[in-house]
Every structure is written in C-alpha cells, then in structure tokens.
C-alpha cells in the first residue's frame, strides 16, 4: 500500500523557516517524480514546487525562497521553507507525480502558520 | 501561465440525479508527443484531495464508473451519472502539460 506521510510543520514567525518531510512507503520512491501542493484556509490547491529526474520546478510566488530535495536512499521528499510569510499559511501536502497521470498518491498533510 | 476555469462554483444536486462540472483552460493542452494532460481530482471534506480521472477520460485505479470525463483542447467536462452521498465535495480540473501546474478554482457539490 502506498504511504506518504508529511511532517514538521508547525507554527513559525514571518521571516521565519521550516523543514517539511514526506516519508514515502509501498512503491519504489526514486522512481517517481514528486510533488509539494498547498491549500491555504477555506481555498482552493495551488502548485509549489516539484522535483524531477530532470530538475525542480517552482512557483514564481516560492522562487528563491523554498528548495524542494529528496534523499532516495531514505525514502523521503523535503521541502525547505525560509523567508516565511503570512500568505504561505496552508495545509502542505506531498503526492507523486507523473505527467500522465499527474498526483496519482497524496500524503494527509502537514499544516504551515505563520503568525507573530 | 495556462488559467484553468471551472464552471459552475457551486453545484447543489439531487441524489440519484447527475451533476456536470465545466473546465476550460487558457490554452490547448495537447502536448506535443499527442497526448492530453487534463486531469480531475476530488477532494472530499476533511480530507486530501484524490486523482478520479487523467489524461481527460482515464478513470484511475478504483474510481466508480459513474465518474466520467471528455472533452478536447481547450474544454473538458466531468460528469457523475447519478450521485450519491459520498461525491459530496469540491471538484478540481488541473493541467500538467506544462510547469507551472495549474488548477482550475475548483466546484463544491452538494446534496439539495
């Protein structure tokens, strides 16, 4: 059974920096491309970043702030976050990713605040 | 930027009835090696969001056959033939012909 679960998130200032894990379970992990998708509070799900065997991708609004990485040899996906900032609020979920089929697997979440 | 539009917002439905979701984007999504990369997730309250269908009309793994979506370059349609209790949520068409992904704002459907 395919398993992905997010933690670290938490409560940070803005300005602030956090470190999202993803552990991923029943597949072979380096053989999938994956995923960071938010949802801000009462929003709809916005793309953040993800990593290829090609390269890492971002949206325009994380550039500069967030490195998405991944360690294959512990099954994990990590999302780097600095320079917080309030709109970046959001539950953070980790999913696989295939062009084809886009976010066949998704984690249950890890929910980001930032708030002074 | 490829916008993805979903219409309507809200869709308040009858049990046993069918519901329609309505996506356009901003540009084709066929890609050049032929295929097409429109996709529709569901998210259900509470919970994280899950593939339904890809590639327009690819039912995914385990997803009832009363989910069916169609359509073609610019404009894709999921419909529920006959919803029940469980299709109660909000409904997102998403694009991964091209970085940045995109999705639609998304059509919450409920149970009149």
């Known amino acids: 059974e395919v398993q992905l679960l997010e933690s670290g998130g938490g409560l940070v200032q803005p300005g602030g920096s956090l470190r999202l894990s993803c552990a991923a379970s029943g597949f072979t992990f380096s053989s999938y491309a994956m995923t960071w998708v938010r949802q801000a509070p009462g929003k709809g799900l916005e793309w953040v970043s993800t990593i290829t065997g090609g390269g890492a991708y971002y949206t325009d609004s994380v550039k500069g702030r967030f490195t998405i990485s991944r360690d294959n040899s512990m099954d994990t996906l990590y999302l780097q976050m600095n320079s917080l900032r309030g709109e970046d609020t959001a539950i953070y979920y980790c999913?696989?990713?295939?062009?084809?089929?886009?976010?066949?697997?998704w984690g249950q979440g890890a929910l980001v605040t930032v708030s002074s | 930027d490829i916008v993805m539009t979903q219409t309507p917002l809200s869709s308040p439905v009858t049990l046993g009835q069918p519901a329609s979701i309505s996506c356009r984007s901003s540009q084709s999504l066929v890609h050049s090696d032929g295929n097409t990369y429109l996709s529709w997730l569901q998210q259900r309250p509470g919970q994280p969001p899950r593939i339904l269908i890809y590639?327009?009309?690819n039912r995914f793994s385990g997803v009832p056959d009363r989910f069916s979506g169609s359509g073609a370059g610019t404009d894709f349609t999921l419909k529920i033939s006959r919803v029940e209790a469980e299709d109660v949520g909000v409904y997102y068409c998403?694009?991964?012909?091209?970085?940045?992904?995109?999705f639609g704002g998304g059509t919450k459907v409920e149970i009149k």
């Open positions: 999913a696989t990713y295939q062009q084809l089929v886009s976010f066949a697997y």
């Open positions: 590639k327009i009309s």
């Open positions: 998403m694009q991964s012909k091209q970085f940045p992904l995109t």
